[in-house]
């Protein structure tokens, strides 16, 4: 009682003045007043956390081929991967509007996990093997005796590294679900969260992240990363060729020490990546070529990852059999600005990396890679199937070509089809027989980048596409690419290369960054 300045007991049969009795109990204002104290001195120290001491890193001026020759002599046929990872990674230290976030997708044994480790080493990054549940804001209050420490403002401006997410989609289902929960309010740069221990914790942070996972791991949870939805990018890691699978062999039977390459690539990787961090970030505006391909990659990455909701329905056909097949009741495309503003700023990285100063065919062709890689697994294998049949397929094409049932294939088109990305044409009764790529996403998907990129130049734009191109119905021969090159339109040069992806470049315009990159040289 603070007016007659005396303590009552509890059972209210006896008062004591101040002078003649002691409390038994802090009172509450204290208790929140040290609360309060602890608290703030935590939050001052969580990004003084010692972290493991990494080594001593190269001081030299390196460059770009010379650490991707590294990186090959570890992982052959990782130029992509190189050039994502270091474009992901390096996006922490410039002022984006959005952070990029990216999972590796591959079987085990691919290199997804050499790859992410490359820049372990690295200043700005922040490596883990799993995350628990509050990770990155924990509900337990510090104490004088046992520090609490929040993840959140330790990866500010850095680049967070989980090695596997397999292992945290192997969590309890609300764990689970709890996490990719906070990581949709943490992609919004600012997270607050409130515990009956701390009381009410904000933090302001910013990273990128990189992650590896196994495609059947990622189908099994397509759920969980749903929650999470267009935060993340994705990128298949390639089949090895037949010469890359030689080498590997090579490199095995000969007992060559596989840790001391990995070392000094990673020693090369992380060095090159503390370098061009301290470069100015000067990429020039994008090109309207670049813009409009840019543009429709994004409306395509996000009309896949829509989601459709189907109901099965029947009818009997002229012998009076009776046909199952499947009408959409509910279809959710999320907008594309999002997407757009991931691939633009994955785009401007990927030519910062390598020295260059402006978006270029090879940036565009990796954006068209991790758009496919993106969508849900068994969408990007349907629109690899169509491109290989130009275009145009069937529910038992498909069925031959992914071995799955005639019914499932044709539940799949459908799919695709109220996603506006495939369109109908129609057979007998109710039944499509034709599957096609709607007209405004076939330039895209059927040109490779170099192609689109001069029709864009050459043809009409319109809102479906590029005009005055006609479909391609198979893959031209090389007397026919060279006679359609002719000359370059820009510069008049009479010398090409194509890239591994089969596009066609100019030399002069457009010179490769490294000879890995040529797949063949062309002279008119």
């Not at 009795?21 to 309060?36: C, G, N, R, S």
């Not at 890689?373 to 070509?401: N, V, Y």
């Not at 049932?405 to 459908?414: A, E, P, V, Y």
């Amino acid at each position: 009682n603070e007016s007659r300045k005396s303590y009552v007991c509890g059972c209210s049969k006896g008062v004591g003045t101040m002078t003649n009795i002691q409390p038994a109990f802090t009172p509450l204002d204290k208790i929140m007043q040290e609360v309060t104290a602890v608290d703030e001195e935590q939050q001052k120290k969580a990004k003084s956390q010692p972290e493991v001491d990494k080594p001593q890193l190269l001081t030299k001026s390196l460059g770009y081929q010379e650490v991707e020759n590294k990186v090959l002599a570890l992982l052959p046929n990782a130029q992509i991967g190189l050039k994502l990872v270091l474009a992901v990674g390096v996006s922490c230290q410039f002022n984006n509007p959005l952070m990029l976030w990216m999972l590796f997708v591959g079987v085990p044994s691919s290199g997804k996990t050499d790859l992410v480790r490359l820049i372990k080493d690295a200043e700005s990054t922040y490596y883990l093997d799993n995350l628990t549940q509050n990770a990155f804001i924990s509900g337990e209050r510090a104490t004088k005796s046992q520090k609490v420490y929040d993840l959140l403002p330790l990866i500010d401006k850095k680049c967070l590294i989980i090695k596997d997410w397999t292992s945290i989609f192997s969590l309890d289902e609300k764990m689970t679900k709890k996490l990719l929960g906070d990581l949709v309010g943490i992609y919004d740069k600012e997270f607050t969260k409130f515990s009956s221990r701390r009381g009410n914790i904000s933090y302001k942070s910013a990273f990128s992240q990189l992650g590896c996972i196994t495609p059947a791991t990622l189908n099994r949870h397509t759920q969980y990363m749903n929650m999470v939805g267009a935060r993340f990018l994705c990128y298949s890691m390639p089949i090895s060729t037949s010469g890359d699978a030689e080498k590997s062999y090579k490199s095995i039977f000969t007992n060559t020490d596989r840790s001391l390459i990995e070392k000094e690539a990673r020693l090369y990787v992380s060095s090159y990546f503390n370098q061009i961090i301290q470069k100015p970030f000067n990429i020039k505006p994008l090109s309207k070529p670049a813009q409009a391909y840019l543009r429709i990659a994004a409306e395509l990455m996000s009309n896949c990852r829509g989601i459709v909701l189907l109901q099965s329905a029947t009818f009997k056909n002229e012998e009076g059999e009776e046909i199952k097949y499947y009408e959409v009741s509910d279809v959710q495309i999320e907008e594309p600005w999002r997407a757009v503003q991931q691939i633009i700023l994955l785009a401007q990285h990927l030519a910062f990396v390598v020295g260059k100063d402006e978006v270029t065919i090879e940036e565009l062709s990796i954006i068209k890679e991790v758009v496919i890689s993106s969508m849900p697994a068994d969408r990007s294998q349907a629109l690899r199937t169509i491109k290989e049949q130009s275009g145009t397929i069937t529910a038992k094409q498909l069925s031959d070509f992914s071995d799955r049932s005639i019914k499932t294939s044709r539940r799949l088109l459908d799919e695709l089809t109220a996603l506006k990305v495939l369109e109908k044409i129609k057979g007998s009764g109710t039944i499509a027989t034709d599957y096609t790529i709607n007209e405004h996403f076939k330039n895209i998907l059927l040109l490779d980048t170099a192609e689109f990129l001069s029709s864009y130049s050459s043809g009409t734009e319109t809102s479906d596409g590029i005009q005055n191109h006609s479909p391609i119905s198979q893959t031209p021969s090389k007397e026919d690419t060279t006679k359609s090159l002719e000359i370059c339109n820009v510069c008049n040069s009479k010398k090409f290369w194509k890239t591994q992806d089969g596009s066609i470049v100019c030399v002069t315009c457009h010179p490769p960054t490294s000879e890995t990159n040529v797949k063949e040289w062309i002279e008119v």
